[in-house]
């Protein structure tokens, strides 16, 4: 193959592949993926409306029963929280990475990074899905399928296990023995329903079983906080599996050599969602796990 | 490509190139069910929603037929023939609702004239407008098939508890819904960045036609309010599926807030549907007075007012329901305050046609009668909206009188005006004046009949909803039914001019009403690219003095070299 052969078809201007690439409706690449990035953001906005509905519950609920919230937010575990938003914050990270590769021609880049993007979403999921499993073991469900074995969230679970509660709780050992329940959390007793207040005001050590069963005591409806809990982190987790079958999508067509300075919308435009998808979850995550 | 000019001056009415239009060009099923033309598309939501349109008709017949008798002509004397009367106009809401008067004007006629007349090739996103279709047939069939699987019975807004607890196949539906949302969005999304991006050179904003703003104002309200109906449907399947509790006080959750997120999407949904409608009326009325719209600011932004202060009524579904008095005062006042735009642009309309040089063509009749059946619906809209009133009339047959007069009256008549307006433009062929004029003084009469006694028996107390009335009623009863006959012969008389005129009717000119809006720019029907040379505008949307009637063409042409309309060659 001659020299020439080979400049022309590695060499392609931006604006040539730009223009492989203009829809017949439209007059210029730019006027194309103007139209397409205000469309990904209203698209984009819908998708916080479609949440709004949600979160708007969530504020309802929590405004009439604070209690319910400050209760059972307990039980779940900041840590695994704390390591699902790293994750996404990374995966975000180098999505834009991704972003700035296919803008710069640069194709190993995009492919490591769209691959670390993809790592970063099954890694959510994975957590996360631990996370689901141990609150289906413990029957910690919405509506009827809410009894969990034990009255007690998981820091009491804590205090138990350091020793500092007497006998009556072989239940708390019981799920102790299982390991997952007292791995996570080192927090101090919390705060928990209306007896809180002056519970967490007390040493760790003189945390006799008497008040571990006052506070024990919860509040009606805890499972309301369940649902609300599991609609919105269920319906960002399947936003995370669309999300990961985008990014496949991507990494097809980068492996392809689809991407250049000429014509990189689509990485563009998924990594907006991608980047909404991550910022949902800044909110979930406080609003579900660090309630004080 | 060669074109001809038949006009003087030149360049602004074109024909096509001899037998080609978009029509024509592409042969075959497939060439229909995989196109990207927007104009194809329109006439597929057309089709559609005429099918769905006669399906929701018939309901309304069975309906009306039920209601001769106090005891029910056809469904009488169990319990299960009265859940049967549930099901047949629960049915009846959802399939006007959400697969005719949502849907439709703008998936029809938006699809189809929008990008003509902002002078675009297609809509920005030609294969999403394909998939916001689909995902209209896919939920429209969801919707026949949860009707044959065990047609649901809780009228159209699904309130709970009941949608949680009877045993009809809600989540199907639901499901079905949310689907037909979805193509709402995307519709929405697509005529917004179409009229951000794609208006053609010297489009300015404020040189858009009145429609186009319509629809801009309806694609806002269907883009921000449409996800909350969505994530709603979704918690009611939850609801059923699952039990998750939040609308099901058995389990904490709040029925009540079921109606707030319902109405919070439900009372944008009516702009949505009546927004358009306005948009048509405007575009008819300035055409066939041959005056430029009046105060056409003022149009354009009460269409907008509308879209955003539509979004602060909701509450007035909900009064009775309760809310507190405060919220009731605040949602009241802010009922009163979305009759002015409205009013605004009532009073717009009228000043259009003061001294105009008026042409009782069908159009402009169905036009002149939108603005009386309006006005009625939309002043028996604000006794609703009063406080003490509403108590007395909550769910009540005045209820039923009063959005019949507002849908049908407002949106479909104002729809099968925009038909008749932009028939010629859409196939090519003119339909039978006559009968044309004839249908729609039947419908006017035949509207009217139906559901004026319904305003008399709901403010004496009949309840809407019931299979059964009680005998004093009997009389309005009877002359509702026989309106809706009538309507329904109006309707028949009008499929039958207007399929007639698909075979038989005589050939369009390009601008049969003399039009200065750029959809008339080209030949009917247009070609699949629209336009052979891309405009450049250089005034207002609304100037009538620079055209004339040629007999020779049965259509107008222009009678000076027009500075509003010049091509700018061939290069484009």
């Known amino acids: 193959m001659s020299e020439n052969a080979i400049a022309t078809l590695t060499l392609a201007s931006p604006e040539e592949v730009a223009g492989r690439h203009l829809a017949h409706h439209f007059d210029t690449p730019q006027q194309q993926f103007d139209s397409g990035k205000l469309g990904m953001w209203l698209f984009l906005g819908t998708e916080f409306l479609l949440f709004s509905g949600l979160f708007c519950a969530y504020a309802v609920y929590?405004?009439?029963h604070p209690q319910i919230f400050i209760y059972a937010s307990r039980y779940l575990d900041p840590v695994s929280g704390a390591l699902c938003t790293l994750v996404l914050v990374t995966s975000g990270f180098t999505m834009a990475w991704a972003i700035r590769c296919a803008q710069l021609g640069k194709r190993t880049g995009l492919i490591i990074a769209l691959l670390l993007t993809i790592a970063g979403g099954f890694g959510f999921l994975v957590i996360h899905g631990y996370e689901y499993f141990e609150e289906y073991q413990q029957h910690l469900m919405w509506g009827t399928h809410y009894h969990p074995a034990v009255n007690a969230p998981r820091q009491q679970v804590v205090v138990a296990k350091s020793g500092a509660v007497g006998g009556s709780w072989s239940q708390l050992d019981q799920l102790g023995k299982q390991g997952y329940l007292v791995a996570h959390s080192n927090i101090a007793p919390a705060a928990i329903g209306p007896a809180g207040p002056a519970l967490a005001q007390q040493p760790t050590a003189s945390f006799t079983a008497a008040s571990v069963t006052a506070a024990a005591a919860q509040p009606h409806n805890v499972q309301i906080f369940f649902g609300i809990y599991f609609l919105m982190t269920g319906l960002h987790s399947i936003h995370v599996i669309v999300g990961i079958i985008l990014l496949t999508y991507l990494l097809v067509r980068a492996i392809r050599k689809d991407f250049g300075p000429g014509y990189y919308a689509p990485v563009d435009f998924i990594g907006l969602y991608w980047g909404v998808v991550d910022m949902i979850w800044m909110f979930l995550f406080p609003l579900l796990y660090l309630i004080h | 490509m060669t074109t001809t000019t038949a006009e003087i001056g030149g360049h602004a009415w074109e024909h096509a190139p001899i037998g080609g239009n978009y029509l024509n060009e592409?042969?075959?099923i497939k060439s229909w069910l995989?196109?990207?033309?927007?104009?194809?598309?329109?006439?597929?939501?057309?089709?559609?929603?005429?099918?769905?349109?006669?399906?929701g008709g018939m309901l309304a017949m069975v309906i009306r037929t039920q209601l001769l008798v106090p005891n029910g002509l056809i469904f009488h004397g169990s319990y299960e023939a009265y859940k049967h009367y549930n099901q047949v106009f629960t049915l009846h809401g959802i399939i006007m609702v959400f697969m005719v008067l949502v849907p439709i004007p703008p998936g029809a006629l938006g699809n189809f004239v929008l990008p003509l007349m902002i002078g675009a090739k297609d809509v920005a996103f030609p294969r999403l407008n394909l998939l916001s279709y689909y995902l209209y047939v896919t939920g429209a069939i969801m919707a026949v098939v949860s009707t044959l699987l065990g047609a649901v019975d809780t009228g159209w807004t699904f309130y709970t508890p009941f949608s949680i607890q009877t045993e009809t196949y809600v989540v199907w539906m639901v499901l079905g819904i949310f689907l037909l949302g979805f193509s709402s969005i995307l519709t929405g999304l697509n005529f917004i960045v179409t009229i951000h991006k794609l208006r053609a050179p010297g489009m300015k904003w404020f040189r858009m036609p009145v429609f186009v703003w319509a629809s801009?104002?309806?694609?806002?309200?269907?883009?921000?309010?449409?996800?909350v109906l969505g994530v709603t449907l979704l918690l009611l399947v939850a609801e059923r599926v699952m039990g998750v509790g939040i609308f099901n006080s058995a389990l904490g959750g709040d029925p009540v807030l079921f109606q707030d997120f319902f109405w919070f999407?439900?009372?944008?949904?009516?702009?949505?549907?009546?927004?358009?409608?306005?948009?048509?009326?405007?575009?008819?009325?300035?055409?066939?007075?041959?005056?430029?719209?009046?105060?056409?600011?003022?149009?354009?932004?009460?269409?907008?007012?509308?879209?955003?202060?539509?979004?602060?009524?909701?509450?007035?579904h909900l009064f009775v329901n309760g809310q507190s008095a405060e919220w009731d005062a605040i949602f009241s006042f802010m009922t009163f305050f979305v009759a002015v735009p409205s009013a605004v642009k009532v009073f717009n309309w009228l000043a259009t046609m003061y001294k105009g040089a008026i042409s009782l063509t069908t159009p402009m009749l169905y036009a002149l009668s939108f603005i009386v059946l309006f006005t009625i619906g939309g002043f028996t809209g604000v006794i609703l909206g009063a406080l003490a009133t509403n108590v007395v009339l909550h769910d009540t047959y005045f209820v039923v009188a009063h959005f019949h007069y507002v849908m049908m009256g407002g949106t479909i008549i104002a729809f099968i005006g925009g038909l008749h307006y932009w028939w010629p433009k859409m196939f090519g062929r003119m339909y039978n004046e006559t009968l044309g004029r004839i249908t729609c003084v039947m419908l006017f009469i035949g509207i009217n009949l139906t559901f004026f006694p319904q305003f008399i028996v709901g403010a004496e107390g009949m309840p809407r909803r019931y299979a059964t009335y009680l005998p004093q009623y009997q009389p309005y009863m009877i002359a509702s039914t026989v309106g809706a006959y009538i309507q329904l012969a109006a309707f028949v008389l009008m499929a039958g001019y207007l399929i007639h005129s698909l075979v038989r009717g005589k050939k369009a000119a390009a601008n049969p009403w003399g039009a200065s809006t750029l959809d008339w720019s080209m030949a009917s029907p247009p070609t699949t690219g629209n336009f052979q040379h891309m405009p450049v505008i250089t005034q207002g949307p609304y100037h009538y003095e620079d055209m004339e009637y040629d007999g020779r063409l049965g259509g107008f042409v222009h009678v000076e070299p027009v500075p509003a309309l010049a091509g700018v060659g061939s290069e484009h």
């Open chain 1, 62 to 64: 929590r405004m009439l």
């Open chain 2, 26 to 28: 592409g042969k075959g």
């Open chain 2, 34 to 55: 995989f196109t990207l033309d927007h104009k194809r598309i329109g006439l597929m939501y057309l089709i559609s929603g005429l099918t769905m349109f006669f399906i």
């Open chain 2, 216 to 227: 801009y104002a309806t694609s806002i309200i269907q883009v921000a309010a449409t996800p």
């Open chain 2, 265 to 316: 999407y439900s009372h944008p949904a009516v702009y949505i549907m009546i927004l358009p409608a306005m948009g048509i009326v405007g575009e008819i009325i300035t055409v066939f007075s041959r005056k430029p719209i009046f105060g056409y600011k003022f149009i354009v932004m009460s269409s907008l007012a509308i879209a955003l202060i539509g979004f602060v009524v909701w509450g007035h």
